[in-house]
């Protein structure tokens, strides 16, 4: 993991003060609400229904187990007691207090830690793949580029008051697990027919209220241009991006204005007059990248007496199948905790969770935590022969739903219980849905389902990319539910098709179980949920869903 | 009036001229569409001359003229409007503008160290700001990732 040294350190001190200082002159009244506005959001601070809500950087969903204990203590000091992980690998609170947040940012510099950048229109928390070093289908680690444009994006003189929020993501893999292509920037690491190791450029993704993929623009960029290419891409979105309209102000709609191709054209023209001047050096990536070496892993082989344990205790192996994954390194195994444990907000940790997985991670995962954008948390390097042991105390702890990937761990944001711009309830949805599933066989049976739900269009839920989206909308004060089917947010990534008309809150669970139904009589064998609506479309949905008629 | 000028307080001494009043015999500045259109009379009044860019005004266009004036004035209308952050490194970097880079209008003590490692030598806020107070906001952050106007490598290069 990425190790401060003295600059990193003082920065974030530096920015605790600043915002000390700012807050202060908010509650004095040299601030007006409209000039606190931009500079609170820069550090993750809204003001929500009930309280501010704070939202803390992960940056790529990476973790230490002493930054863990830090996020419990600020929840047990200053919240209720809980946090909130998100679709965007970071964590939220929800319940602080205004006048408390400089000293909880200044808690948390002490490890290294805090909220600049996770809001506002301005470069955003770089995002990456969960599994990221440790998967098997890895071309690259992402990580040291995630850090190298952390550290450019940081407080960036000229992109910190873009027209809009600006997300990157990174991805290594041959599979897509960080959503690269709805992300303004997406940056896929490949090879060319030389061999070479470098970046296909996708832009313009993104969900809210007009959901759009991204389109590669270049589809392969050295590693050395990285930072010139970025720079590119920020100065025509800058200077060109519509300002006139907030929802017309993302870099989607001015790719899409302007269309690909007279887009790419201004990007490579600025990048022209700029890229000899800002090469990335090559021994910065090799510094960096020591930061993300393996741990030391002890040699060892894969543990046969393992498959016995799963043999003897049919809990053990359900969550063996459904919530680890293999390691790339012989012996090891990923380990999911789920957060999605039916009837709790999905997403959300205790404060004697958090101290408690910190502990888990010391001892099994070198002290390590990783944050997934579908809201769960990963002990990415466990020895096999250390599972059994594991499963039990993550067990004892309320983590272990064997459910990761199926039909209950399900994304989902705030929603009317405490987010202003709601239209309605997710929790409850959410939990309703888990709530259908007394017996796990028949989830199961369902296989990898993604269920993503946002409680309206601002899309939090990333509802447009589920499988399964599921969209609170405001009829006359009530709480109605739109479906989509379809969406994904992966190498095939598509965006949800409309099901019908809306459903009621009564309805919505009903609706879903009536989808699940539909999926088990029109399913091929060994065909998953997406594969069938593809192959079958809306129609056999509809007719089970809203009837003949 | 006074303004921040390399860090420090000091008098104003440009007049930003409207584009309906008459020349006066003292540095001016001028708008974008005031210098299209009386360019030649501009250049023989014998004062020294600035330019007004609002930060939707085309620099590529204007990039012949720069080097007729002591001074650029990039125009805040809307603090959360950072067009300007760009303009001013263009200028900078692209252009080689190497005189008075000011900035004017409705932008935040909180944005000026920002601004001035874009480029921005000069401060001129609206209203009252208290210009002493502000000063130490050029420098609330002693580290810098970037390379951009005030540092031309990046930390990585600088790091011991
Ligand atoms: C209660 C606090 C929250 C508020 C006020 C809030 C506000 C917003 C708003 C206004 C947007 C609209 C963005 C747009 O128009 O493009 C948005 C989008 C989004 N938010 Fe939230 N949000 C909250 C909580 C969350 C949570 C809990 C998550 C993660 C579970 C999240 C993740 C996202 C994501 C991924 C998007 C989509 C952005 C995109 O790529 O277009 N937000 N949020
Ligand atoms: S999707 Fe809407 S309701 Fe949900 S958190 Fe985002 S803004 Fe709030």
Redesign the pocket.
Known sequence: MYQYDNYDQTLVNERAAQFRNQTERFLKGELSEAQFLPLRLMNGL?V??HAP?L?IAIPYGLLASRQLRMLAHIARTYDKGYG?????QNI?F?WPKLEDVPNVLAELATVQMHAIQTSGNCIRNVTSDHLAGVSQDELEDPRPYCEIIRQWSTLHPEFSFLP??F?IAINGAAKDRAATQ???IGLQLVKNERDEVGFEVLVG?????T?IIGVTIRPFLEKKHLLSYLEAILRVYNRYGRRDN??KA?IKILVKELGKEKFTEMVEAEWAAIKDNLLLDLEEIERIRKFFQPPPYETLTDDPPLLEKTAHDSRFAAWFRHNTVPHKVPGYRVVFLSLKTPGKPP?DLTESQMDSVADLADRYSFGEIRVTHT?NLVLADVKQADLLELWQEIQALGLATPNIGTATDI????GLD????ANATSIPIANGIQHIFDNLDYLYDLGDIRINISGCM?????HTVGHIGILGVDKKGEEWYQITLGGSSGKDASLGERLGPSVSKEQICLAVEAIFQTYRDQRLEDEAFLETVRRIGMRPFQERVYGDN | MEIIKDGHVVTNDWRHLSDDEVLPEQAITVSVQRWKSEKDRLLTGGVPLGLRLNSDDSLEELAADLGFFSIIVLEFRKFTDGRSFSLARLLRERYGFDRELRARGDFLRDQIFFLSRVGINAFEPNGSANLQEMLPALQEFSVKYQAAVDVKEPLYRRRK
């Open positions: 809204y929500q229904k809500m939202r909130h992980f998100t679709t965007r939220q929800n809009r929020k997300k709805l992300h303004d993704g993104g969900l809210g209220r959901p907030k929802f993302r997403g809201q994304i989902c944001c705030p405490f987010c202003s711009l601002n899309g939090c839920g990333h």
